[in-house]
C-alpha cells in the first residue's frame, strides 16, 4: 500500500527518513512531499536576548525550526565565539524545554540538554512546565507555501495514482495541500484513509471537515507508522 507523508525529510543528508524506513517495516511504500517553505526573522534580536540567560529562567524551543534559528543567529564567527565561551555554560544552568525527540535532539548539537522532549505536544509539554511563569515570546521564522508544492503533489497522483493514506504534519500543511489533493484525487477522496501527526493537527483537519482515521499517540515514526497500520486494517 502506498502512503502519502506531506513533510519534508527529516535529515537532510543523512540517511532515510525515519519515516519512511518505519513504514516500510510494516510494508507500506511511502513517498515524502515539502510542504512549507520557512523565512528566518529577527535573528539580531534573537541573539541579544540569548546574550543574556541572566534574564530568563529558561528557554523553550517550539520546534526544529526555532533551533535552525539558533543556530543561525551563532552562525557568525563573534558569536559564535561568545556562545562557546561563556553563554552555553550560563543557558546549562538552566532548563530548556522543547516539543518532540526532532527538536530535542537539534538542542543537543548546539549543546544544551532537553526537557520535555517525551510530550509530544504544546499542551502536555505546558503541563510538564507545570509553573507559575512570565513567557516571553518571539517569532523566528515564518512559514509560506513550498514553490514545488503544488507541481510534486500532481505528479505523485499522475504516477502514483491514490495512496492508501496521507498524513499531516501541521495545521499549515492542512491548509495549503487540501485544495489540491482535493483537485487531484477526485471522487476517489473518499477511498483515501487521513492521518494526523498530533492533536494540533487533527484538529485544523476536522475543521476543514476531514475525516480523521488516525491521530499519532506520539508525534514519532513510530506510533505513526502503527496508527496507519491500524487505519488501513479497517478498511
Not at 79 to 100: D, F, H, I, M, P
Not at 113 to 133: D, F, R, T, V
Amino acid at each position: 500500500m502506498k502512503v502519502l507523508l506531506l513533510k519534508d525529510p527529516k535529515d537532510r543528508g543523512s540517511g532515510p527518513d525515519p519515516y519512511i524506513q518505519e513504514l516500510g517495516l510494516y510494508g507500506f511504500e511511502a513517498a515524502l512531499i515539502p510542504v512549507l517553505s520557512f523565512d528566518f526573522v529577527s535573528l539580531q534580536t534573537f541573539f541579544e536576548k540569548l546574550s543574556h540567560p541572566d534574564r530568563y529562567e529558561g528557554l523553550i524551543f517550539t520546534s526544529p525550526r526555532a533551533v535552525e534559528a539558533a543556530k543561525l543567529c551563532l552562525g557568525e564567527n563573534s558569536k559564535n565565539e561568545a556562545w562557546r565561551n561563556s553563554l552555553k555554560e550560563k543557558w546549562n544552568t538552566k532548563s530548556a524545554y522543547v516539543v518532540g525527540k526532532a527538536t530535542a535532539s537539534l538542542v543537543e548539537e548546539i549543546g544544551l540538554a532537553p526537557q520535555g522532549e517525551k510530550c509530544g505536544n504544546a499542551e502536555k509539554l505546558a503541563g510538564y512546565i507545570c509553573a507559575s511563569i512570565s513567557l516571553e515570546s518571539l517569532t523566528v521564522y515564518q512559514t509560506t507555501q513550498h514553490p514545488s508544492l503544488q507541481e510534486s503533489l500532481k505528479n505523485y497522483f499522475s504516477q502514483q495514482g491514490i495512496p492508501a493514506s496521507i498524513t499531516f504534519f501541521s495545521p499549515s500543511g492542512v491548509r495549503f495541500c487540501l485544495q489540491h489533493i482535493q483537485k487531484f484525487s477526485g471522487d476517489l477522496i473518499n477511498q483515501i484513509k487521513f492521518a494526523a501527526i498530533g492533536p494540533t493537527t487533527a484538529e485544523a483537519m476536522e475543521a476543514e471537515g476531514i475525516p480523521v482515521s488516525c491521530t499519532a499517540e506520539n508525534p514519532t515514526p513510530q506510533d505513526l507508522a502503527a496508527g496507519i497500520k491500524k487505519a488501513l486494517l479497517r478498511l
